[in-house]
């Protein structure tokens, strides 16, 4: 248990903040200043609106710092259309950096793929009713931190409500890793037998970081699967190269399902008759939150069902994945009937989320509006 009468962050110098609209650069002292209806002081500036188009920077902060907390919520649709949680993309740069170090879709970032809602009760990403995002990891920055939330809806987003807490003062070491995170998406474009990849192209200049060896250290994974093709799709190994690994790596997990905790498809039964109860769960370090193959949309007055969605993930913190030099994590695309394994071909998209020393390679690219449309 953590013994919060010792945290080391109470050291001399060290001192709480917060940023949102009511005080967009966190000063001391100048919070609940604008004026409301209601006089004065009396929540006059909740939330900040977002224009087509335009970026919203979120904040600025000079430091040493360390970000402790992110809240965000907006409406999950506009009249213009109904996936605000992928057309915003959430961007943060450390230290003045050129490109992002964070560059995921806004809903997927808190584990709501597809455009979608759900709920998630774990230790680092936390949703709740309703669509109410929090991020509890923690990011270190030495000189800088800037997060922008940038908007490719077709239409204006009118309330960004947010808030961020921090801490700065705080002592951060020459080679204290920062945090990164990265959305790739598969649609359907691999090849029979190609796993898709969650991450690659991280690499730990010896140089750069002035040590013998670099630092990094993977934290978990949501993936965002849309199943594509019939029977049970979640087959598929979630596989760990670490430095020096080639062809096999030294890691891996023994099922997609397995890798989130769950076991036998996330089924009450194994069985044909009565169709089984698929169970859904959201857990401290890993969880199955979201499964649906129902259009909530809205968007259509047609009777049509949409493909099978499934939302999972894995956190590795009480179980760390270190690396010194690189990583690469992929995930294999199996299923499963009643005569055997075969490959499959579906569209997953995933968040990847981890630590290391700077500089970071640069991302791949993350696509526009339409390469992020869920299906």
């Known amino acids: 248990m953590l013994d919060l009468w010792d945290d080391p962050a109470m050291a001399a110098g060290v001192h709480s ?16 200043m604008t004026a409301s209806a209601l006089g004065p002081g009396r929540k006059g500036s909740a939330y900040r609106p977002l224009p087509a188009g335009e970026t919203l920077t979120l904040a600025e902060i000079d430091g040493p710092g360390v970000i402790r907390h992110i809240w965000v919520t907006v409406p999950d649709r506009t009249t213009a259309g109904p996936f605000v949680l992928r057309d915003l993309v959430l961007r943060m740069f450390w230290d003045d950096e050129p490109s992002p170090s964070v560059e995921v879709p806004l809903g997927d970032f808190f584990c709501n793929g597809f455009g979608t809602r759900a709920l998630v009760t774990s230790i680092p990403i936390v949703v709740a009713p309703t669509g109410g995002m929090n991020c509890y990891f923690a990011m270190p920055f030495r000189r800088s931190a800037r997060i922008e939330l ?133 857990a401290p370090y890993c969880g199955y939150p979201f499964t649906s193959a129902t259009d909530r949309t809205n968007a259509s007055p047609f009777a049509t069902a949409a493909a099978p969605m499934h939302g999972l993930y894995r956190w590795h913190i009480p179980d760390p994945i270190y690396f010194r030099s690189s990583l690469r994590v992929t995930v294999q695309q199996i299923g499963a009937w009643d005569h055997g394994l075969f490959e499959r071909v579906d569209d997953l998209a995933s968040t990847a989320y981890w630590y290391q020393s700077e500089p970071h390679a640069d991302f791949p690219a993350l696509g526009d509006r339409a390469a992020r449309t869920p299906r």
């Open 17 to 32: 903040r917060s940023i949102n609209a009511e005080n967009p650069l966190g000063a001391p002292g100048s919070a609940a």
């Open 150 to 282: 940038h908007s490719d809806h077709p239409g204006d987003v009118d309330a960004v409500f947010y808030q961020i807490d921090y801490t700065v003062g705080d002592l951060i070491d020459e080679h204290a890793p920062y945090f990164h995170a990265q959305w790739r998406r598969s649609n359907a474009s691999t090849a029979i037998g190609e796993d898709h990849v969650i991450i690659d192209g991280i690499r730990i200049d010896d140089d750069a970081t002035g040590t013998s060896a670099g630092r990094g250290r993977y934290l978990g994974t949501y993936i965002a699967l849309t199943s594509l093709q019939r029977y049970w799709w979640g087959e598929g190994e979630v596989k760990f190269f670490i430095d020096d690994d080639d062809q096999y790596p030294t890691q891996c997990s023994t099922g997609l399902e397995d890798y989130a905790g769950g076991a036998w498809a996330f089924q009450d039964e194994l069985r044909n008759d009565p169709p089984p109860e698929v169970i859904t769960f959201s």
